[in-house]
Nanobody, 125 residues
């Protein structure tokens, strides 16, 4: 059964750090594009970072580049989003997503097939 389970959200002051984790079922994790989207109140959902699990190629949005990074633990079917130097504008619901192959993963227009429930990240000034 396809499943994505997230953890690691919370509240932090500006300048702080958080790490989100997303555990996928093994079938979903293998040779898949996985990543994170976020949506702030009143704003459209935007992609934050993604990677292709088989080769570990990563892609990070310009809006967070230099502060956020994405990585994986292949044996644990887990993808991480490391968020540093957080700002109040990073406050959003962060959702793990998966689906698609390598060629799709190269595109910012990537459309996942599967979604987690989301983890709230709140950054106070």
């Amino acid at each position: 059964r396809a499943q994505l389970v997230e953890s690691g959200g919370g509240s932090v002051q500006a300048g702080g750090s958080l790490r989100l984790s997303c555990v996928a079922s093994r079938d979903m994790f293998l040779r898949s594009c996985m990543g994170w989207f976020r949506q702030a109140p009143g704003k459209e959902r935007e992609w934050v970072a993604r990677l292709f699990t088989q080769y570990g190629e990563t892609f990070v949005s310009d809006s967070v580049k230099g502060r956020f990074s994405i990585s994986q633990d292949y044996p644990k079917n887990t993808v991480y989003l490391e968020m540093n130097n957080l700002k109040p504008e990073d406050t959003a619901l962060y959702t793990c997503a998966a689906g698609g192959g390598r060629s799709e993963c190269y595109l910012d227009s990537w459309r996942p097939n599967y979604w987690g429930r989301g983890s709230q990240v709140t950054v106070s000034s």
